[in-house]
Nanobody
């Protein structure tokens, strides 16, 4: 079992930056893939980033590549999402997710409660 708690969302102007954190409970954190998904009102769930269990491999959605960076610290049971050059279209609820295996990049077993990111133009 893994419980995930996100923090760090908020309101920022276009071009600004925000940093999200996700603290996980569970002794097997380091064995899980960690990821970030987002969902805007009226839109489908969208993959943002996924980090391998060791943190050595990170995959990004094309829409955020070059602007967002995700990393994990297994000693702190925490995964991070640094978001730079934010755009209004990045506005969404961001969810930290985890699973022992990735079947699809929008389907993870464990979810946090979500944190809202709003980018004003």
């Amino acid at each position: 079992q893994v419980q995930l708690v996100e923090s760090g969302g908020g309101l920022v102007q276009a071009g600004g930056s925000l940093s999200l954190s996700c603290a996980a409970t569970g002794r097997t954190f380091s064995s899980y893939y960690m990821g970030w998904l987002r969902q805007a009102p009226g839109k489908e769930r969208e993959f943002v980033a996924a980090v391998s269990s060791s943190g050595g491999r990170v995959r990004y959605a094309d829409s955020v590549k070059g602007r967002f960076t995700s990393a994990r610290d297994n000693a702190k049971n925490t995964v991070y999402l640094q978001m730079n050059s934010l755009k209004p279209e990045d506005t969404a609820a961001y969810y930290c997710v985890a699973d022992s295996v990735i079947i699809t990049y929008t389907s993870f077993k464990y979810w946090g409660q979500g944190t809202q990111v709003t980018v004003s133009s």
